[in-house]
């Protein structure tokens, strides 16, 4: 047979098989491009994916109504609660020792105790009693040690006893507090708390069939004091003891949703009961981490419960418009009947089951473990151990490695596995540098923008994030991969785009998975959040390889973006709570940290967790100059508007509805100094004004104008007195941050704490014992500062004595002693070591501080005015001071 030249020669050298026949991408696109107006498509997919997980984030069913009952007569009806509501709010600010909340609070909670008493249901017996009580704790907070001394603060407590009564006695607790910070209602924090408590005691009354077991409703006094009076309850109450569980009503916000944010520690039945019971899930283990971590500054009567009771329980908030939280905007006006509807319902379904299930009865048999926990938008509820969860983790991230990379494999007959895998590690690596670099560019945007003084731009107006950082965050990230692509790609590849492009996702599978595993074997739950993303990946690369649409054109892509929908609705939902949660923190942090900072971490984050399965995709567009062009318009226009327009001012009033204030602490100050014998020293008077933000400085000043503030470590006092004399009522917080010291005319103090010495004794040849007697029932703070040679061994205030506190170069022990119901006078000794023996001088200098809350009428008409130049956007909490300083 006749061959032609040549032909066993290319035989014997057969050509290169390629699967794509454009692959010379410098002279025609391949058949796998899409059109580059679709850059700007997925842009639109993300923000209308966002859109829609913001609106389930903040959906709320609606609230019932009286005329509902004939219907729903064993359910929770909101309107009622928010009758109860509306009287707590009307009574304005109710902080611990002040007669709206000793008095009118407390009467109110027992008028409408005593009335759903005379209307319970036949079978069902309540027990009322009301608590005044008195004690204390060390308690550590910010790594700063306090001693935390209450007396007669009150708690109203109600039984509703259960069918075990007369046997094991075992009950579930609910606690709310009805206490408020100065210059709040507190409708949210945490009044709303209490009326939703109101209600489901009233349905449960009402109901024919009593409770398994006995459930115990503590209406605490004082929680903002701090935890106080759940530590008297928990410490001192006979029914203390009868408590197994346990589910606390908190607030961080001003309405949305009740988030479970903690639970145990350990005893997983308490979410295994969640599950069961509640109908609208809102609960992630990632929030108990980062809460538990210390990050945020707050913290809840779980603690009490948890550390000093030895009791698992939930601890629930709101944590939407944190910008309401602890100012006058806190108040019913913001808290519709839905949000009560909700956590009625979600609260009310909760005790039912755990007051009549089995683990009441015996809770230690079911501490086992830790549970992973979260719901998906609201509309179902996962939850597993923290075992199953480390195996699921592992599968999911070897799984999700493994069957894409066999899959592309098969697809090209196993002939071009290092390709694949070449492909693969260039995808992990430019996911990796694009987060590094993505990270940079929006540290760097942070640190101008606070350098030409717009610092928290985005604050009242929180899309502005999305173009100050998220964009620069996707333009980064897209820019990287791009390079990544000309440096590490290979131009002769014999895969086809599409495979190319799935082998790059394969890489973002890679960077995820080793995320993920990480976490997991450090021992931290919220891996979970990386392992879903990751799941949705696995899912669509096992459907595109069983249906064997690896190089189809298109519609792998189809199929990889349906899941990716719901990564998105996963990823962006998490986008809502970090913001939600942290930019209105940034407003009460201080002035050290800078905020921006802070909002461009989490959204380089957000934007990488939302965006890292779709970058790869730019590689499919014809052109990719569209998409970075469109990312850098949107960027430079959000900087504009953030450096050079009204939209980045940061402070918003209530005349939209919507209010962002800055917060101002100021504080009207009389200072009294004794020496050793008794004789006053001198005295002055002037006004604290604390920074609590990053732009606080310049409110300050201006509201000082024409006279000139002066930081509170370079007052005049700090040369020779005990902190500077600063009238400090929260060590935790006011020694973090900075305060400035305006001299004025003293302030009117009608009463104010005092403290004098009854006798010094000689307990050996180096300790004394000094007998000192404090008059004065009011909320005060004692500094006790030891002389040169002297050391604090002991004191009757408790047991123990907390480290002291460093401040100005200056140690010293501080106590924070508050009054409910007023108290006689109280009776301290000091045990104080000297290292000389028989010394006879001074050993001590001791600094009280009383504080007067919501104390308006007694204002100067100097204070006054220095409070009517406070700005219509700021939220301004004023005080007044007596500081007494003495030495002993």
């Not at 700090?718 to 010291?741: G, M, R, T």
């Given at each position: 047979?006749?061959?032609p030249?040549?032909?066993?020669s290319?035989?014997?050298h057969p ?10 991408y410098s002279?025609?696109k391949?058949?796998h ?8 498509g997925g ?10 997980t ?11 109504r ?8 064993a359910?929770?009806?909101a309107?009622?609660?928010w009758?109860d509501l ?19 609070a407390v009467d109110f909670?027992n ?12 079978n ?17 907070y910010?790594n700063?040690s ?12 109600v039984?509703l006893?259960?069918?075990s009564?007369?046997?094991s006695?075992h009950?579930l ?7 408020s ?10 009044s709303?708390?209490?009326?939703v ?6 349905v449960l009354?009402?109901?024919?069939d ?8 503590l ?12 530590h ?6 006979p029914?203390?003891?009868?408590v197994?569980?346990?589910i ?12 479970l ?15 069961r019971?509640?109908?609208h ?8 981490e980062i ?16 550390d000093v ?6 601890d629930?908030?709101?944590t ?5 939280y602890?100012t006058?905007?806190d108040?019913i ?12 319902d ?11 299930g ?8 079911y501490a086992?473990?830790y ?12 939850s597993?151990?923290a075992?199953?969860?480390l195996?699921?983790?592992l ?7 493994i ?6 494999a098969?697809?090209?007959s ?7 895998r ?21 540290f760097f ?8 003084g717009?610092?928290m731009s985005?604050?009242?107006s929180?899309?502005?994030?999305l173009?100050?950082y998220?964009c620069p965050a996707?333009?980064c990230q897209?820019?990287?991969?791009l ?8 131009k ?13 996702l394969?890489?973002v ?12 074997f450090?021992?931290y739950r ?5 392992m879903?993303?990751i ?6 690369s ?7 649409l690896?190089n189809?054109?298109h519609?792998?892509?189809l199929?990889?973006m349906?899941?990716?929908i719901v ?6 939902q ?11 923190i940034?407003?009460?942090?201080g002035?050290?940290i ?5 909002v ?7 934007t ?5 399965y779709?970058?790869?995709l ?6 990719t100059?569209k998409l ?27 005349a939209?509805k919507?209010?962002?204030?800055q917060?101002?602490?100021?504080t ?9 014998n008794?004789g006053e020293?001198?005295t ?6 604390q ?5 606080a400085?310049k409110?300050?000043e201006?509201?000082a ?5 002066t ?12 902190f ?7 060590i ?6 900075e305060n400035y010291?305006?001299?004025g005319p003293?302030p009117?103090?009608?009463q104010?704490?005092?403290v004098s010495?009854r ?6 040849e180096?300790?004394h014992?000094?007998h000192?007697v ?8 004692l ?5 040169a040679g ?5 004191w ?8 002291p ?6 140690r010293?022990?501080f106590?924070?002693l508050?009054a ?6 109280m009776n301290?000794t ?5 290292e000389?023996k028989?010394?006879?001088g001074?050993?001590?200098d ?17 204070f ?8 219509g956007?700021?939220?301004?909490v ?11």
């Amino acid at each position: 047979m006749f061959q032609p030249t040549g032909q066993s020669s290319k035989q014997k050298h057969p050509k290169v098989k390629v699967l794509d026949p454009d692959i010379d991408y410098s002279k025609a696109k391949s058949v796998h491009s899409i059109s580059s107006w679709w850059g700007i498509g997925g842009i639109f997919i993300v923000l209308v994916v966002g859109n829609i997980t913001n609106y389930t984030n903040s959906h709320l069913p609606d609230g019932l109504r009286n005329a509902h009952l004939t219907h729903f007569p064993a359910a929770f009806i909101a309107e009622r609660a928010w009758k109860d509501l509306k009287i707590l709010n009307d009574f304005g600010p109710k902080p611990t020792g002040t007669y709206t909340n000793e008095v009118l609070a407390v009467d109110f909670l027992n008028r409408e105790i005593s009335y759903i008493d005379q209307l319970k249901n036949r079978n069902q017996q309540l027990v009322v009693q009301n608590q005044i009580v008195s004690g204390g704790y060390v308690g550590v907070y910010m790594n700063k040690s306090a001693a935390n001394v209450y007396r007669n603060v009150q708690n109203v407590v109600v039984k509703l006893v259960g069918r075990s009564e007369s046997t094991s006695r075992h009950a579930l607790l609910l606690n709310c507090h009805f206490d408020s910070v100065a210059g709040s209602p507190g409708a949210s924090d945490d009044s709303g708390s209490c009326a939703v408590m109101l209600e489901v005691l009233r349905v449960l009354s009402r109901q024919s069939d009593v409770n398994r077991y006995s459930i115990i409703f503590l209406f605490n006094g004082a929680e903002e004091t701090p935890l106080q009076a759940s530590h008297g309850f928990i410490t001192k109450h006979p029914w203390a003891a009868d408590v197994r569980a346990f589910i606390n009503l908190e607030s961080a916000g001003s309405g949305g949703k009740e988030m479970l944010f903690q639970s145990g520690p350990k005893h997983p039945w308490l979410i295994e009961a969640y599950a069961r019971a509640v109908p609208h899930p809102y609960a992630q283990a990632a929030a108990e981490e980062i809460f538990q971590s210390g990050v945020i500054p707050s913290d809840t009567d779980f603690r009490v419960f948890r550390d000093v009771g030895r009791i698992p329980g939930m601890d629930f908030a709101h944590t939407a418009n944190g910008y309401r939280y602890h100012t006058r905007y806190d108040s019913i006006d913001y808290i519709p009947l839905p949000v009560l509807q909700r956590t009625g319902d979600n609260i009310l379904a909760l005790t039912r089951a755990i007051a009549n299930g089995d683990e009441l009865g015996s809770t230690e048999r079911y501490a086992q473990g830790y549970m992973v926990f979260y719901d998906f938008l609201g509309l179902f509820f996962v939850s597993y151990s923290a075992d199953v969860g480390l195996m699921i983790n592992l599968s999911v991230v070897l799984l999700s490695i493994i069957i894409p990379f066999l899959s592309l494999a098969r697809s090209t007959s196993g002939t071009h596995g290092r390709q694949i895998r070449s492909e693969t590690m260039t995808g992990f690596l430019a996911t990796f540098l694009g987060a590094g670099a993505s990270g940079v560019l929006c540290f760097f945007i942070g640190l101008q923008l606070d350098a030409i003084g717009r610092s928290m731009s985005w604050y009242s107006s929180t899309n502005l994030i999305l173009g100050v950082y998220c964009c620069p965050a996707l333009l980064c990230q897209c820019v990287v991969h791009l390079l990544c692509n000309r440096l590490f790609g290979s131009k002769t590849t014999p895969l086809s785009l599409a495979l190319k492009v799935q082998a790059r996702l394969n890489g973002v599978n890679l960077f995820w998975g080793m995320i993920t595993l990480g976490i997991t074997f450090t021992g931290y739950r919220l891996a979970y959040i990386f392992m879903v993303l990751i799941l949705c990946s696995l899912c669509s690369s096992t459907l595109i390889s069983m249906l064997g649409l690896q190089n189809t054109v298109h519609k792998w892509l189809l199929l990889h973006m349906l899941f990716q929908i719901v990564a998105l609705a996963w990823s962006t939902q998490f986008y809502h709570i970090l913001m939600n949660m942290f930019v209105p923190i940034t407003g009460r942090i201080g002035s050290s940290i800078n905020p921006d900072v802070i909002v461009g971490t989490l959204a380089t984050f957000a934007t990488l967790f939302s965006c890292s399965y779709l970058t790869p995709l730019l590689f499919l567009l014809k052109k990719t100059d569209k998409l970075i062009g469109e990312l850098v318009a949107i960027t430079l226009i959000a900087l504009v508007l953030a450096t050079s327009t009204h939209v980045g001012f940061p402070y918003r009033d209530d005349a939209v509805k919507a209010p962002a204030v800055q917060r101002h602490y100021i504080t009207h100050t009389v200072r009294k100094f004794y020496d050793h014998n008794g004789g006053e020293r001198y005295t002055d008077a002037g006004f604290l004004l604390q920074e609590l933000d990053r732009n606080a400085k310049k409110t300050i000043e201006g509201i000082a104008m024409p006279d000139v503030v002066t930081p509170m470590r370079e007052i005049p006092a700090c040369d020779k007195e005990l902190f500077c004399a600063i009238p400090f009522y929260s060590i935790w917080h006011q020694v973090l941050f900075e305060n400035y010291w305006l001299p004025g005319p003293a302030p009117v103090v009608r009463q104010a704490v005092t403290v004098s010495l009854r006798e010094k004794e000689q307990l050996s040849e180096h300790e004394h014992r000094l007998h000192l007697v404090l008059k004065g029932s009011f909320q005060c703070s004692l500094i006790i500062g030891p002389k040169a040679g002297s050391t604090l061994k002991r004191w009757s205030l408790l047991s123990e004595i907390p480290t002291p506190i460093e401040f100005n170069g200056q140690r010293g022990h501080f106590a924070l002693l508050t009054a409910g119901v007023e108290s006689e006078p109280m009776n301290i000794t000091l045990d104080v070591r000297h290292e000389l023996k028989k010394y006879d001088g001074p050993l001590v200098d001791l600094l009280v501080t009383t504080t007067h809350w919501e104390y308006h009428k007694e204002h100067t008409p100097v204070f006054n005015r220095l409070l009517a130049r406070v700005p219509g956007w700021a939220h301004v909490v004023p005080s007044v001071a007596a500081v007494n300083s003495y030495t002993f």
